[in-house]
C-alpha cells in the first residue's frame, strides 16, 4: 500500500527489534524520543488495515504487522503512552476475523485475543501466562514494574548528578540532563513518570541553570493544570517558578473554584486555598505573590463587589501571612517586599493580625486604621489627580486584603455603644464603597448607620418588630447597600446574645432571595477563617455560625 512505504517499515521494524522491552535508560530514551513519530506511523499502519475486507489479504499486504504490533505491546514505554496503545488496540482489531475462513484466520484470532487480553486485562491468557511465568507478574504489572525500574535509575542519575561535588570546578551534567527532559515530553502524563519529572524540576533549581527542554516545561505544566499529573509540593512549586504560565494557571483554577460558588467552598474555604499550595509557594518566593497577588487584583477591578472573590483575596492574604510569620527571621524578607505599592504607613496596622492584638485594644487599632486610610483619602475628596486614585485604589485594596480587620470592626459595632460606632462605620463603609464620586461616601455612610441602627433593634427587641424587618430588607435589596447590610446582618446573627431560635426567625423572614443568601454565606466564610485563625476558640460563637450556614443552605 502506498500509505505505508517500504523505507518506513524497514525502519520501525528496526526500531522495534532494537528496543525490545526497554528495560536500559538508553532505550527509553530513543523510545521517547521517537513516540511521537511512531504514532504517525501507526496511523498509516491502521488507515491501510481498515481499507482490507478481510485478515488474510492484511496479513499479504502487511506481511511485517503481526511481528511489529507484537513487539510493540510488549514495549513499556510505548503501551504506557496512552494515543500508542489505542493505535495499538485498533489495529489489533482490524486483524481480528469475526467469521475466520480458514485455520490461519483462527490462528491469528487467538493471537489477537492475547494481545488485547495482555494490553488491557489482566485475565489469563496465552501471553499473560507467559509473562507470569517470565516475571512472576501479570503484564500490567510486569510493564508498570519495568518501566519503574528505568524511571527509578534515571531519577537516581539526576539526583546524583547535583549532589555536593568535591570540587567547586565540577558541572552538572546539563546535556544529559537536557536530554531526558526531552525524553520525558511525550510521557508526562504517565504515573510512573512523576518522580523523574520531579527530580528534573529540582535539579534545575538546585544547579540555578536553565537546562530543562521548553517544551517538557510547557506539556508538564499543561498536564498538571489539566490534573493529569501529580507532582509532590516541592516539584509543584519549583515547575510554578519555571513556568509563569503554570502558575498563573493555579492562580485562575483556584480563582475559578472559588467563583463558582460550590457550597462546599463557603464552609471550607482556607482549607481550600491552604491545599492550592500558593500560600506557601509566596511566603517562599516573593515573585509568586507578586504574580498571584496581580492577577486577583485585576479582577478585582472588574468585579469589585463580588463577595466570593473578595473572601478569596482576604482568606489567601492570611494564609500568606501566617506562612511568612512562621518562618525564620534570617529567611524572611521584609513584607514592603511584597506589598511595594502600598503607602508603608498603613503596612504594620493592618498586617498585624487582630489576635495579635489584645481585645481591649482593637477599637484604638481600628480608628488608627481608619484615621490612617482617610488621611489617604483626603486628595480624592479634594478632587485628587489619577496619582491620587491610584493611592486610594491600592490603601483599599490592601484594606480588602486584610479585610480581618473590617470583620473585626463588624463584630465590634454589635455591642458598641453610639460614639464608639462612627470610625467603625466608616470603614465599613469604605470597604463596600472606596470611591467618593458624587460625594457618595458620606451618603452612605448615613446608609451603614441607618442599617445599624435597624438591626440593634431587630436583634435586641422580643418579638422582632416588623417595620425593622421591613427596613433590613429594603435595605438588603437595594444594589448600593445589599453587602453593606449583609456584613452587619451576619456578625449581628453571630455575635449577639439573642436565643439561636430568634436568629434563625429573623434570617428565614429577612434572607429570603437565592442570590442574597449566597452573598451572606460568603461573609460567613471569611468570618469563619478569621474564627479558626484566632487564638481563642469560642464555642458558642462557632455553634451559632454552623446554625446559620445550614439554616442558609437547606432554604
Request: proline share 4%; glycine share 4%; net charge negative.
Amino acid at each position: 500500500m502506498a500509505a505505508v512505504s517500504e523505507t518506513d517499515v524497514q525502519f520501525w521494524m528496526a526500531k522495534a527489534l532494537s528496543w525490545g522491552q526497554a528495560t536500559s535508560c538508553s532505550t527509553l530514551l530513543d523510545t521517547s524520543r521517537h513516540l511521537d513519530y511512531l504514532k504517525s506511523f501507526l496511523q498509516q499502519v491502521l488507515l491501510g488495515l481498515q481499507q482490507m475486507s478481510s485478515t488474510s489479504e492484511a496479513m499479504k499486504t502487511f506481511p511485517f504487522v503481526g511481528q511489529f504490533l507484537g513487539r510493540l505491546c510488549w514495549n513499556p514505554c510505548v503501551i504506557a503512552d496512552e494515543r500508542s496503545q489505542r493505535l495499538l488496540l485498533r489495529c489489533l482489531s482490524c486483524l481480528y476475523s469475526a467469521e475466520p475462513l480458514d485455520a490461519v484466520e483462527r490462528k491469528a484470532n487467538t493471537w489477537v485475543k492475547n494481545m488485547l487480553c495482555h494490553l488491557i486485562s489482566e485475565e489469563d491468557g496465552s501471553v499473560s501466562h507467559a509473562t507470569v511465568k517470565h516475571a512472576g507478574s501479570s503484564p500490567k504489572r510486569y510493564h508498570s514494574e519495568a518501566l519503574q525500574k528505568v524511571v527509578s535509575l534515571m531519577t537516581e542519575e539526576v539526583i546524583k548528578s547535583c549532589e555536593g561535588l568535591p570540587k567547586t570546578s565540577a558541572r552538572c551534567s546539563n546535556e544529559n540532563i537536557h536530554t531526558m527532559s526531552t525524553a520525558c515530553v511525550a510521557l508526562v502524563t504517565c504515573p510512573q513518570m512523576a518522580p523523574l519529572i520531579g527530580a528534573l524540576l529540582k535539579h534545575s533549581m538546585l544547579c540555578g541553570s536553565s537546562c530543562l527542554n521548553q517544551e517538557f516545561i510547557k506539556e508538564v505544566s499543561k498536564a498538571l493544570i489539566s490534573k493529569r499529573l501529580v507532582l509532590e509540593d516541592e516539584a509543584v512549586v519549583t515547575l510554578w517558578c519555571l513556568s509563569p504560565t503554570c502558575l498563573e494557571g493555579a492562580a485562575v483554577s483556584l480563582l475559578e473554584s472559588v467563583l463558582s460558588d460550590h457550597e462546599s467552598m463557603t464552609q471550607s474555604l482556607d482549607k481550600h486555598v491552604n491545599d492550592s499550595l500558593l500560600p506557601q509557594a509566596s511566603a517562599d518566593y516573593c515573585h509568586i505573590f507578586l504574580t498571584v497577588n496581580e492577577i486577583y487584583r485585576n479582577v478585582l477591578t472588574e468585579i469589585d463587589e463580588n463577595l466570593a472573590l473578595r473572601a478569596l483575596v482576604q482568606v489567601f492574604t492570611a494564609c500568606f501571612l501566617q506562612r511568612v510569620t512562621g518562618q525564620k527571621p534570617q529567611d524572611r524578607l521584609p513584607l514592603r517586599a511584597f506589598f511595594p505599592n502600598v503607602t508603608p504607613r498603613l503596612l504594620s496596622p493592618l498586617l498585624t493580625a487582630p489576635s495579635e492584638v489584645p481585645r481591649e485594644a482593637w477599637l484604638d487599632h481600628l480608628s488608627w486604621i481608619r484615621s490612617l486610610l482617610q488621611s489617604v483619602t483626603e486628595n480624592e475628596e479634594a478632587g485628587g489627580d489619577v496619582r491620587a486614585y491610584e493611592t486610594v485604589f491600592e490603601a483599599w485594596f490592601l484594606l480588602v486584603q486584610c479585610g480581618y480587620w473590617v470583620d473585626t470592626a463588624v463584630e465590634l459595632l454589635v455591642l458598641a455603644v453610639p460614639e464608639n460606632a462612627e470610625p467603625l462605620l466608616w470603614l465599613l463603609t469604605f470597604f463596600h464603597h472606596p470611591t467618593n464620586r458624587g460625594h457618595q461616601r458620606s451618603q452612605q455612610t448615613a446608609v451603614a448607620k441607618e442599617a445599624w441602627t435597624h438591626l440593634r433593634i431587630l436583634f435586641l427587641s422580643r418579638p422582632p418588630p416588623p417595620s425593622h424587618l421591613g427596613a433590613v430588607k429594603e435595605l438588603l435589596s437595594s444594589s448600593l447597600s445589599t453587602n453593606l447590610a449583609l456584613h452587619l446582618f451576619s456578625n449581628f446573627a453571630i455575635f449577639s446574645h439573642g436565643p439561636v431560635s430568634i436568629i434563625t426567625e429573623i434570617t428565614d423572614k429577612v434572607l429570603t432571595e437565592a442570590a442574597v443568601k449566597r452573598r451572606a454565606l460568603w461573609i460567613l466564610a471569611s468570618i469563619r477563617c478569621r474564627l479558626n485563625s484566632a487564638a481563642s476558640r469560642d464555642d458558642r460563637v462557632h455553634s451559632r455560625l454552623r446554625t446559620l450556614q445550614d439554616t442558609l443552605l437547606q432554604t
